[in-house]
């Protein structure tokens, strides 16, 4: 006879990436599954994004313009500000410039670069805005909003801890946001 405890059956992340074993902890698993859902809901951004030729970091940077107003911003505030903050954002404006959807400047002092959204740019904004509107009512739309909002204050809570003792990447100064 067997004595061994029965197993659990397989979680749901568990299944989706195909992992026999069971997580070490309910902790990695609930980050792993928070690094999944990212990566499929940017996937679901992509799709949509590519058919202006954009990446979701672009059109981050795109967003991020469009809210700071007609005084655009400095490089690094950009930067601050970004969803991903690691994304190279030389590379990211230098491609914005490039297809006309961002203009930039250096000011008096040459290590500053101050950008700005062009007309284009709110032109792409505004094809792409119920787009992205559409897709993320198409994944977060059935959850209730009591549970939406729990989800948004756990979400808060787990960026809170991963940034304790950080100050590098603490939020940049309030901005107007898009």
Do not use: W
């Not at 928070?34 to 799709?47: D, F, G, K, M, N």
């Not at 670069?113 to 062009?118: A, G, P």
């Amino acid at each position: 006879m067997d004595s061994s405890p029965p197993s659990a059956p397989p979680s749901q992340l568990q299944t989706e990436i195909r992992q026999t074993r069971p997580f070490q902890s309910l902790q990695q698993e609930a980050l792993l599954s928070v690094q999944r859902t990212a990566s499929l809901i940017e996937r679901a951004s992509a799709r949509v994004l590519s058919r202006e030729e954009l990446s979701t970091a672009q059109y981050n940077v795109l967003r991020i313009l469009r809210g700071a107003g007609p005084e655009g911003l400095p490089t690094l505030a950009i930067r601050d500000r970004m969803i991903d903050p690691g994304a190279a954002i030389t590379r990211l404006v230098d491609r914005l410039v490039q297809a006309e959807l961002v203009t930039r400047e250096r000011g008096s002092d040459r290590r500053m670069v101050h950008c700005r959204i062009t007309t284009a740019g709110l032109d792409v904004l505004a094809r792409l805005d119920p787009v992205m509107t559409a897709t993320a009512d198409e994944i977060a739309g059935k959850l209730p909003p009591e549970e939406l909002r729990a989800l948004i204050d756990v979400l808060a809570h787990l960026r809170s801890t991963a940034c304790e003792g950080k100050s590098a990447e603490e939020p940049a100064e309030d901005l107007p946001e898009d």
